[in-house]
């Protein structure tokens, strides 16, 4: 992998880490050239990779800083104007419908006391299951709440997929990995759909940290995750085990031919929740695999109650 794109994705994984907080400056060219033994013209195009993929604002005259992609509470103005703008609509066509104002008043009041179900919010991840398994999780954080989390994938909002289009109509929330914030927040400007995006992150949870300690370093293994994540595995591995990391072979959730050759010499494939299919099509036996496990965290649960919590009040006791 070039230089420039190792180092894009070790900042990128601070940022969605927040190890680099949203709003931190980033060290000037010049300091991080110095500090990596690399030259200029490389840290230059790793952080014009960050700015093309939005993980980073570039301040004219004062440096790179780290944007904000957890969406804050104060969102009410633009809340409000799309509340007036659906309390407009409806009385105009009440008046059509030929209703006076008392009429639609007592109607409207009728209609508040009979309301319930769930408050819709979309999750929004790079594909189905991912996506199904952490909206099932949120679900069931906030059920209590009368809040209920629905699953999307990435490609169903830049596909413009009818049903989602739709439920976009019932929902404002949208929620996502703030990896993917930068991509979901274009989607939705290009298709001119109002949305506040929430960035959740997400930590390897201690049963896997404990698996990871517990691999014997003279072994075989191999990763296979999708490229984005293929850094921050390789950490996992230095960080967590005894293992040279420069033996661990590295496939993608495409080359599953290679992985079916080299199956017969690992003993262990270490994988992410996101390649799960590719490693049943393989037929990587169950004592052969490591699934890294991710919980979402809390800082982002406290963060998503403190966004929504309008929303859990207006729903009817």
Not at 11 to 22: D, G, Q
């Amino acid at each position: 992998m070039p230089i420039y794109l190792q180092i894009f994705h070790q900042l990128r994984h601070l940022i969605i880490s927040r190890r680099l907080p949203e709003g931190s400056q980033l060290p000037s060219v010049r300091q991080l050239s110095k500090q990596l033994g690399v030259n200029a013209g490389t840290v230059v195009q790793a952080y014009r990779e960050l700015r093309t993929q939005g993980f980073v604002d570039a301040q004219q005259g004062r440096g790179n800083y780290v944007r904000r992609l957890s969406a804050p509470a104060e969102d009410f103005a633009l809340r409000q104007a799309l509340l007036d703008d659906a309390l407009a609509k409806a009385l105009e066509r009440s008046r059509a419908l030929g209703f006076d104002i008392a009429t639609v008043r007592q109607h409207f009041n009728m209609f508040l006391a009979t309301q319930g179900g769930p408050i819709p919010v979309l999750f929004l991840s790079i594909n189905r299951p991912h996506a199904e398994k952490y909206a099932a999780v949120l679900s069931k954080h906030f059920a209590e709440s009368g809040i209920e989390v629905l699953p999307y994938t990435l490609d169903d909002l830049e596909r413009k997929k009818p049903d989602l289009l739709r439920a976009f109509e019932r929902a404002y929330y949208a929620i996502s990995f703030v990896t993917f914030v930068p991509r979901v927040q274009k989607a939705l400007l290009d298709q001119g759909i109002p949305s506040t995006v929430l960035g959740i992150t997400a930590e390897i949870t201690q049963s896997t940290l404990e698996g990871l300690h517990d691999l014997p370093p003279y072994k075989r293994y191999a990763i296979v995750t999708e490229e984005r994540n293929i850094n921050s595995f390789l950490g996992y591995v230095r960080q967590h085990t005894a293992i040279d990391y420069k033996t661990v072979r590295l496939f993608l959730p495409g080359q599953t031919d290679l992985l079916k050759r080299a199956l017969p010499d690992l003993d262990t494939v270490i994988y992410s929740f996101g390649v799960r299919e590719a490693i049943e099509q393989c037929r990587v036996p169950k004592a052969k695999q490591l699934e890294l496990e991710f919980n979402i965290t809390m800082d982002s649960l406290r963060h998503l109650r403190k966004v929504l919590e309008p929303m859990m009040s207006a729903v009817p006791v």
